[in-house]
């Protein structure tokens, strides 16, 4: 897989909404929480979050949090998923979070205009790409009780 460098331009249209190994590293996390990086990010994740925002109805959640003179990536997993979908919810949040804002360093040196897409359309390619992690790294078995999950929340594609 190729890893496009933050100013590498001709690259960034491709970019946008490919893997990089975050399934690979989402894959590979050990614990509840904690920070990785990706896309020039600090990712903070937690897996078994009980912020009183999330629900069945928001079951999971991204935003930018301030860090002295920078801004990390915060992505929260609400505890009442599943634990075998948590990770697959992680992976959307993260993906729609890196493709709407883009590669960190398009954010802070060029603006949020040169990686920005909308958050409703960054969420549609990110379920896409979500469904395809579940597919690879979930058995049969889970896939259909993760479907069935999905189906049954009480609004369609809020996370
Ligand atoms: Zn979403």
């Given at each position: 897989m190729?890893?496009?460098r933050p100013n590498d331009t001709a690259q960034e249209s491709s970019h946008e909404w490919h893997d990089d190994g975050?399934?690979?590293v989402v894959t590979a996390l050990e614990h509840e929480g904690g920070v990785f990086h990706y896309r020039g990010w600090a990712i903070r994740y937690d897996l078994?979050?009980?912020?009183?925002?999330l629900s069945?109805?928001?079951p999971?959640?991204?935003g930018l949090v301030s860090i002295k003179d920078r801004y990390d990536i915060v992505v929260r997993v609400w505890q009442g998923v599943p634990e075998t979908f948590r990770k697959a919810v992680l992976y959307h949040e993260i993906q729609e979070a890196?493709?709407?804002?883009?590669?960190?360093?398009?954010?802070f040196i060029g603006g949020p205009q040169r990686g920005f897409?909308?958050?409703?359309d960054a969420h549609i390619i990110a379920e896409r790409l979500h469904w395809d992690y579940a597919r690879q790294h979930l058995s049969s078995e889970e896939f259909v009780a993760?479907?069935?999950w999905d189906a049954q929340l009480p609004r369609d594609g809020v996370y």
């Open positions: 190729t890893e496009a975050l399934a690979d078994a979050a009980d912020n009183p925002e069945d109805s928001i999971g959640e991204f890196t493709i709407a804002l883009g590669d960190a360093d398009d954010y897409m909308d958050k409703e993760f479907q069935s």
